[in-house]
Protein backbone atom coordinates (compact mmCIF):
# COMPACT_ATOMS: atom_id res chain seq x y z
CA UNK A 1 0.00 0.00 0.00
CA UNK A 2 1.29 3.58 -0.95
CA UNK A 3 0.14 6.65 1.05
CA UNK A 4 2.25 9.28 -0.26
CA UNK A 5 1.39 13.07 -1.73
CA UNK A 6 3.78 15.48 -3.75
CA UNK A 7 2.91 19.02 -3.64
CA UNK A 8 4.44 22.22 -5.20
CA UNK A 9 3.15 25.64 -4.18
CA UNK A 10 3.39 28.55 -2.28
CA UNK A 11 3.50 29.06 1.31
CA UNK A 12 0.60 31.55 2.65
CA UNK A 13 1.70 32.59 5.60
CA UNK A 14 5.11 32.32 7.48
CA UNK A 15 4.96 29.21 9.45
CA UNK A 16 4.01 28.49 12.53
CA UNK A 17 6.02 26.94 15.32
CA UNK A 18 5.27 24.70 18.06
CA UNK A 19 6.64 22.40 20.21
CA UNK A 20 5.47 19.48 21.50
CA UNK A 21 5.14 18.24 25.78
CA UNK A 22 8.67 16.18 25.00
CA UNK A 23 10.24 19.26 23.01
CA UNK A 24 9.90 18.01 19.53
CA UNK A 25 9.64 20.98 17.76
CA UNK A 26 6.68 21.32 15.13
CA UNK A 27 6.02 23.50 11.85
CA UNK A 28 2.28 24.14 10.27
CA UNK A 29 2.28 25.80 7.76
CA UNK A 30 -0.49 26.17 4.51
CA UNK A 31 0.69 25.69 0.86
CA UNK A 32 -1.66 26.62 -2.15
CA UNK A 33 -1.32 25.12 -5.03
CA UNK A 34 -2.88 26.20 -8.23
CA UNK A 35 -4.48 24.65 -11.13
CA UNK A 36 -5.50 26.37 -14.53
CA UNK A 37 -7.70 25.49 -17.99
CA UNK A 38 -10.25 27.38 -20.51
CA UNK A 39 -13.74 26.84 -19.50
CA UNK A 40 -16.34 25.77 -22.33
CA UNK A 41 -16.64 29.78 -23.65
CA UNK A 42 -12.58 29.93 -24.45
CA UNK A 43 -12.20 31.80 -20.58
CA UNK A 44 -9.11 31.13 -18.65
CA UNK A 45 -10.21 29.67 -14.56
CA UNK A 46 -7.90 29.54 -11.98
CA UNK A 47 -8.63 26.96 -8.96
CA UNK A 48 -6.58 27.18 -5.85
CA UNK A 49 -6.48 24.80 -3.14
CA UNK A 50 -5.02 24.87 0.10
CA UNK A 51 -3.26 22.10 1.81
CA UNK A 52 -2.17 21.72 5.63
CA UNK A 53 1.55 20.59 6.06
CA UNK A 54 3.32 19.65 9.02
CA UNK A 55 6.81 18.95 9.98
CA UNK A 56 8.47 17.53 12.71
CA UNK A 57 11.77 17.79 14.48
CA UNK A 58 15.35 18.87 12.12
CA UNK A 59 12.74 19.28 9.08
CA UNK A 60 10.71 21.33 11.53
CA UNK A 61 13.69 23.39 12.32
CA UNK A 62 14.77 23.84 9.02
CA UNK A 63 11.03 24.96 7.89
CA UNK A 64 10.76 27.24 10.39
CA UNK A 65 14.25 29.33 9.87
CA UNK A 66 13.78 29.69 6.37
CA UNK A 67 10.51 29.55 4.64
CA UNK A 68 8.08 32.77 4.78
CA UNK A 69 4.96 33.63 3.06
CA UNK A 70 5.36 33.35 -0.45
CA UNK A 71 8.33 30.95 -0.40
CA UNK A 72 7.73 28.18 -3.25
CA UNK A 73 8.63 24.71 -2.08
CA UNK A 74 8.37 20.87 -3.27
CA UNK A 75 6.71 19.12 -0.62
CA UNK A 76 6.76 15.08 -0.22
CA UNK A 77 4.86 13.50 2.60
CA UNK A 78 2.02 11.16 3.72
CA UNK A 79 -1.88 12.12 3.91
CA UNK A 80 -2.64 11.83 7.70
CA UNK A 81 -6.20 12.58 9.03
CA UNK A 82 -6.99 13.50 12.75
CA UNK A 83 -9.80 14.05 14.90
CA UNK A 84 -10.80 15.08 17.96
CA UNK A 85 -14.07 15.79 20.08
CA UNK A 86 -14.72 19.74 20.92
CA UNK A 87 -15.77 20.62 24.20
CA UNK A 88 -18.82 20.20 23.29
CA UNK A 89 -18.73 16.49 22.21
CA UNK A 90 -18.46 17.43 18.49
CA UNK A 91 -16.24 14.99 16.77
CA UNK A 92 -13.87 17.07 14.18
CA UNK A 93 -11.52 16.00 11.39
CA UNK A 94 -8.41 17.31 10.12
CA UNK A 95 -6.72 15.89 7.04
CA UNK A 96 -3.23 17.03 6.19
CA UNK A 97 0.14 16.44 4.14
CA UNK A 98 3.25 14.83 7.04
CA UNK A 99 6.19 16.21 5.25
CA UNK A 100 9.37 13.83 4.88
CA UNK A 101 10.84 16.11 2.32
CA UNK A 102 11.18 19.71 1.54
CA UNK A 103 12.94 21.32 -1.08
CA UNK A 104 13.12 25.32 -1.52
CA UNK A 105 12.28 26.35 -5.21
CA UNK A 106 13.05 30.14 -5.48
CA UNK A 107 15.49 31.83 -7.16
CA UNK A 108 17.23 32.99 -4.59
CA UNK A 109 18.49 29.51 -3.70
CA UNK A 110 18.55 25.88 -4.63
CA UNK A 111 18.56 24.70 -0.61
CA UNK A 112 16.69 21.41 0.25
CA UNK A 113 15.77 19.15 3.61
CA UNK A 114 15.00 15.51 4.02
CA UNK A 115 13.75 14.50 7.50
CA UNK A 116 15.98 11.76 7.52
CA UNK A 117 19.13 12.77 5.98
CA UNK A 118 22.40 14.80 7.47
CA UNK A 119 20.69 17.82 5.66
CA UNK A 120 21.26 20.63 7.55
CA UNK A 121 20.94 24.47 6.84
CA UNK A 122 24.41 24.98 6.51
CA UNK A 123 24.35 22.56 3.80
CA UNK A 124 22.06 25.00 1.24
CA UNK A 125 23.17 28.21 3.13
CA UNK A 126 26.09 29.68 4.52
CA UNK A 127 26.62 30.65 7.94
CA UNK A 128 25.71 34.43 7.27
CA UNK A 129 22.62 33.13 5.11
CA UNK A 130 24.19 33.66 1.75
CA UNK A 131 22.92 30.83 -0.55
CA UNK A 132 26.03 28.73 -1.23
CA UNK A 133 25.87 29.16 -5.15
CA UNK A 134 26.27 33.14 -4.32
CA UNK A 135 29.68 32.43 -2.14
CA UNK A 136 32.45 33.34 -5.22
CA UNK A 137 34.80 30.62 -4.34
Not at 23 to 31: A, E, H, P
Not at 54 to 66: P, Q
Request: aromatic share 8%; hydrophobic share 35%; proline share 4%.
Amino acid sequence: MVNKAILIGRLGKDPEIKYLPDGTMVTNFNLATDEQWKDKNGEKVQKTEWHKIVTYRKLAEICGNYLVKGSLVFIEGKIQTRSWDDKDGVKHYMTEIVAGEMKMLDSRGQGQAKANSDTTPEAAYGSNGTPMEDVPF
